[in-house]
T-cell receptor, first 112, second 114 residues
Framework: KNQVEQSPQSLIILEGKNCTLQ??????????LRWYKQDTGRGPVSLTI?????NTKSNGRYTATLDADTKQSSLHITASQLSDSASYIC???????????FGTGTRLQVFP | EPEVTQTPSHQVTQMGQEVILRCVPI?????FYWYRQILGQKVEFLVS????????KSEIFDDQFSVERPDGSNFTLKIRSTKLEDSAMYFC????????????FGSGTRLTVV
């Protein structure tokens, strides 16, 4: 069964610190892996998209990595800001389909 | 930055009633989607739509659900006879193409069935 699991479920960090969120997936084959940021009660906003052949993708303070052999991805946030408080969701697109498969997300809280 | 617009933002309806959720996708996008998120759960795929027809749908998208692009700009999701378990946040999304294209999501419609 195609699954996307994320850890930790929740994370609290202090403003200015870095953090890394993890994603493990069983979707195979897949065409791409995405990371989204979702504020409470809002729609997901795209941070990065990596095809199955890419290893890393950056978007400002966000850097995503992908290891297709171990079926793992991570999202690294540098120099966190209060506005980074949100859920971060790993999403995998199976090969030859439109259907995005969402993970449960990591709830990040950044405190001053 | 172009946006996907959804209306209404909140809708409360009685069980058994029909609801229509509306979306205005980004104007040059060709692929349209509905997803839903039950409170505290993952976002789930409902349906994808291209060239005026459904291209893919999930098991959730049964005969009670339908989608339409009535006028070339709006994209609607209709639930014919709502059930309590239809209560969720419904997100519309659009993209320029399939595969590795970015999806833009709307802010969602919170549907509460009472």
């Amino acid at each position: 069964k195609n699954q996307v699991e994320q850890s930790p479920q929740s994370l609290i960090i202090l403003e200015g610190k870095n953090c890394t969120l993890q994603c493990n997936y069983t979707v195979s084959p897949f065409s791409n892996l995405r990371w989204y940021k979702q504020d409470t009660g809002r729609g997901p906003v795209s941070l990065t998209i990596m095809t199955f052949s890419e290893n890393t993708k950056s978007n400002g303070r966000y850097t995503a990595t992908l290891d297709a052999d171990t079926k793992q991805s991570s999202l690294h946030i540098t120099a966190s800001q209060l506005s980074d408080s949100a859920s971060y969701i790993c999403v995998v697109t199976p090969w030859n389909t439109d259907k995005l498969i969402f993970g449960t997300g990591t709830r990040l809280q950044v405190f001053p | 930055e172009p946006e996907v617009t959804q209306t209404p933002s909140h809708q409360v309806t009685q069980m058994g009633q029909e609801v229509i959720l509306r979306c205005v996708p980004i104007s040059n996008h060709l692929y349209f989607y509905w997803y839903r998120q039950i409170l505290g759960q993952k976002v789930e795929f409902l349906v994808s739509f291209y060239n005026n027809e459904i291209s893919e749908k999930s098991e959730i998208f049964d005969d009670q659900f339908s989608v339409e692009r009535p006028d070339g700009s709006n994209f609607t999701l209709k639930i014919r006879s709502t059930k309590l378990e239809d209560s969720a946040m419904y997100f519309c999304a659009s993209s320029e193409g399939k595969g590795n294209y970015g999806y833009t999501f709307g802010s969602g419609t919170r549907l509460t069935v009472v």
